[in-house]
């Protein structure tokens, strides 16, 4: 086994086997830090792969943003007075296992059926930061685009919802005064 | 690929690696004997002469110091804290060139792997505060991973500015780019300047911007329950955080290794420049301490409005006007 395979070995592991932990795993804050680990091992993936921007905005978008967020919310809503490790009763377990056993199943027989197209790894010769950069301002203009408008209408949802209603407001007039406002919001 | 070229690249790893770790302490000892300056007191200098041996006797007593666990607390988090704070930091430095072609791996996207790693940071904080099972330590972790998310994105649409008139998100080729006095960043982007400056104190948990850890509020906030080697691991991935947001501040904007004029060739240059970059690093690291010992801390809504509402829509009107002037230059050239 050379070097390099030996490596996408280590990024390979890492990325499967903290996926297949979670599956075990009750509590919601050690789940997302397997999944932290599962989605380090795919950009590690990438970066063996020679497209380290890719592999990097993996990380800042995927564990940098999503991730943090995720254990943001888990960390504001879980309360200690109810236990981590619930009993799960037959109730649940019975279905439970009928719905997984259908599930892979369903992806056994996609990933079965599937004709994948394998090839060796392309080598990269230019730097892929300006490939991507033009790319996505000229071939890719449009879904670029929709992207951005979805985001911004992500964005202004979120806004709106989390909008302090002053007391006594009719709805959506609500205007902020300033520090009283901010101070619930946080 | 052979193992040579492997190991040097082992060796110049842990070269950087070893420097960086043993400024730490005499950064520790540097911030306690300015802030005595600050203060009008005497700071440490019993231990060696001038005091210079108290880092050493500080290490050996964290090492020696017993390690306490919380009851309930989730014990493999617990102990994955410190370390997943230390790592990330240390890992940053492999990308910051510290002299003329003096780097570990010289990346084509060096800006975005300092930036991804340093974000990186947030996870030991937040995990080691829910993991101790303390509220103190809960709401540090808290404050900590909602304040780094805010100004995450204020340092990074600083540096798209920065971006944009360099040409490139290679360190190494941003450094050569600064080599005259007046290509500085600091004289092309002022403003992106001063939003990563301040950004990168927020990063740091620093003053003005520690609130993670206040001890007025939060008696330590994340570490308040961690002893022993574990609070040294923080202790250390503070610092080391520190001084990786200093190497940045200098590659990106004060010329890197520049001083701002020519450097001969060979040997020398390359020594001139090291000795350049680590002059203009302890500035920047001097900086940071004197602002924590001036500044008091911001209320924890003054630091969401200054980073939302200021910060923000600043380097987005920066990255306007960017690209308007590097249009018309590009035009005119």
């Given at each position: 086994?050379?070097?390099?395979?030996?490596?996408f070995w280590v990024f390979a592991t890492t990325a499967v086997v903290p996926a297949f932990l979670i599956l075990f795993t009750r509590s919601i804050v050690r789940m997302a830090f397997l999944l932290l680990g599962s989605l380090a091992g795919f950009a590690g993936l990438y970066l063996q792969l020679n497209a380290a921007f890719l592999g990097f905005t993996q990380v800042m978008?995927?564990?940098?943003?999503?991730?943090?967020?995720?254990?943001?919310?888990?960390?504001?809503?879980?309360?200690?007075?109810?236990?981590?490790?619930?009993?799960?009763?037959?109730?649940?377990?019975?279905?439970?296992?009928?719905?997984?056993?259908?599930?892979?199943?369903?992806?056994?027989?996609?990933?079965?059926?599937?004709?994948?197209?394998?090839?060796?790894?392309?080598?990269?010769?230019?730097?892929?930061?300006?490939?991507?950069?033009?790319?996505?301002?000229?071939?890719?203009?449009?879904?670029?685009?929709?992207?951005?408008?979805l985001l911004l209408a992500a964005m202004v949802g979120a806004t709106y919802i989390a909008r302090v209603q002053a007391p006594g407001a009719p709805d959506g007039q609500a205007e902020l005064s300033d520090s009283n406002a901010e101070g619930r919001l946080e | 690929m052979t193992w040579s070229p492997i190991l040097l690249d082992v060796i110049r790893a842990v070269l950087i690696?070893?420097?960086?770790?043993?400024?730490?302490?005499?950064?520790?000892?540097?911030?306690?004997?300015?802030?005595?300056?600050?203060?009008?007191?005497?700071?440490?200098?019993?231990?060696?002469?001038?005091?210079?041996?108290?880092?050493?006797?500080?290490?050996?007593?964290?090492?020696?110091?017993?390690?306490?666990?919380?009851?309930?607390?989730?014990?493999?988090?617990?102990?994955?804290?410190?370390?997943?704070?230390?790592?990330?930091?240390?890992?940053?430095?492999?990308?910051?060139?510290?002299?003329?072609?003096?780097?570990?791996?010289?990346?084509?996207?060096?800006?975005?792997?300092?930036?991804?790693?340093?974000?990186?940071?947030?996870?030991?904080?937040?995990?080691?505060?829910?993991?101790?099972?303390?509220?103190?330590?809960?709401?540090?972790?808290?404050?900590?991973?909602?304040?780094?998310?805010?100004?995450?994105?204020?340092?990074?649409?600083?540096?798209?500015?920065?971006?944009?008139?360099?040409?490139?998100?290679?360190?190494?080729?941003?450094?050569?780019?600064?080599?005259?006095?007046?290509?500085?960043?600091?004289?092309?982007?002022?403003?992106?300047?001063?939003?990563?400056?301040?950004?990168?104190?927020?990063?740091?948990?620093?003053?003005?911007?520690?609130?993670?850890?206040?001890?007025?509020?939060?008696?330590?906030?994340?570490?308040?329950?961690?002893?022993?080697?574990?609070?040294?691991?923080?202790?250390?991935?503070?610092?080391?955080?520190?001084?990786?947001?200093?190497?940045?501040?200098?590659?990106?904007?004060?010329?890197?290794?520049?001083?701002?004029?020519?450097?001969?060739?060979?040997?020398?240059?390359?020594?001139?420049?090291?000795?350049?970059?680590?002059?203009?690093?302890?500035?920047?690291?001097?900086?940071?301490?004197?602002?924590?010992?001036?500044?008091?801390?911001?209320?924890?809504?003054?630091?969401?409005?200054?980073?939302?509402?200021?910060?923000?829509?600043?380097?987005?009107?920066?990255?306007?006007?960017?690209?308007?002037?590097?249009?018309?230059?590009?035009?005119?050239?």
């Amino acid at each position: 086994m050379s070097f390099s395979d030996s490596i996408f070995w280590v990024f390979a592991t890492t990325a499967v086997v903290p996926a297949f932990l979670i599956l075990f795993t009750r509590s919601i804050v050690r789940m997302a830090f397997l999944l932290l680990g599962s989605l380090a091992g795919f950009a590690g993936l990438y970066l063996q792969l020679n497209a380290a921007f890719l592999g990097f905005t993996q990380v800042m978008v995927y564990i940098g943003g999503i991730l943090i967020l995720f254990l943001f919310g888990v960390m504001l809503t879980q309360r200690s007075d109810i236990p981590v490790r619930e009993k799960v009763g037959p109730a649940l377990a019975v279905p439970g296992f009928f719905a997984g056993l259908l599930l892979m199943a369903a992806l056994l027989f996609i990933a079965l059926q599937n004709p994948w197209k394998t090839h060796p790894p392309v080598p990269v010769t230019e730097p892929d930061t300006p490939v991507i950069g033009i790319k996505l301002l000229s071939t890719y203009i449009l879904p670029f685009e929709a992207v951005s408008i979805l985001l911004l209408a992500a964005m202004v949802g979120a806004t709106y919802i989390a909008r302090v209603q002053a007391p006594g407001a009719p709805d959506g007039q609500a205007e902020l005064s300033d520090s009283n406002a901010e101070g619930r919001l946080e | 690929m052979t193992w040579s070229p492997i190991l040097l690249d082992v060796i110049r790893a842990v070269l950087i690696f070893a420097a960086v770790m043993t400024l730490v302490p005499f950064l520790v000892l540097a911030e306690r004997r300015i802030s005595a300056w600050i203060q009008n007191r005497v700071g440490p200098n019993r231990v060696g002469p001038m005091g210079t041996l108290q880092p050493l006797a500080d290490v050996i007593k964290l090492v020696f110091k017993e390690e306490i666990v919380p009851a309930r607390a989730d014990r493999v988090l617990y102990s994955l804290g410190p370390l997943l704070s230390f790592a990330p930091a240390a890992i940053a430095f492999a990308a910051i060139p510290v002299g003329r072609g003096l780097q570990v791996v010289d990346m084509s996207v060096g800006v975005l792997f300092v930036i991804t790693a340093t974000s990186l940071a947030v996870y030991g904080i937040s995990f080691g505060g829910w993991a101790s099972n303390n509220k103190f330590s809960l709401l540090g972790g808290l404050r900590s991973s909602a304040q780094i998310i805010s100004y995450e994105i204020a340092m990074g649409l600083a540096l798209i500015s920065v971006i944009m008139t360099t040409g490139s998100v290679s360190l190494s080729q941003i450094s050569e780019g600064q080599t005259s006095f007046l290509c500085w960043n600091i004289f092309r982007q002022p403003i992106a300047f001063v939003i990563f400056f301040t950004a990168a104190f927020a990063e740091n948990n620093r003053l003005p911007f520690d609130l993670p850890e206040c001890e007025s509020e939060l008696v330590g906030g994340y570490h308040t329950e961690y002893s022993g080697m574990k609070f040294g691991m923080y202790f250390l991935a503070e610092y080391v955080a520190m001084i990786v947001m200093s190497a940045m501040v200098v590659t990106l904007f004060l010329g890197a290794w520049s001083p701002g004029f020519a450097l001969p060739e060979g040997l020398l240059g390359t020594v001139i420049s090291v000795g350049v970059f680590s002059f203009k690093l302890f500035a920047v690291l001097f900086f940071y301490i004197w602002v924590r010992w001036t500044l008091p801390r911001f209320r924890y809504d003054q630091l969401m409005h200054l980073g939302w509402k200021s910060l923000v829509p600043l380097a987005m009107a920066n990255i306007v006007v960017t690209g308007i002037v590097v249009t018309i230059w590009d035009a005119v050239q």
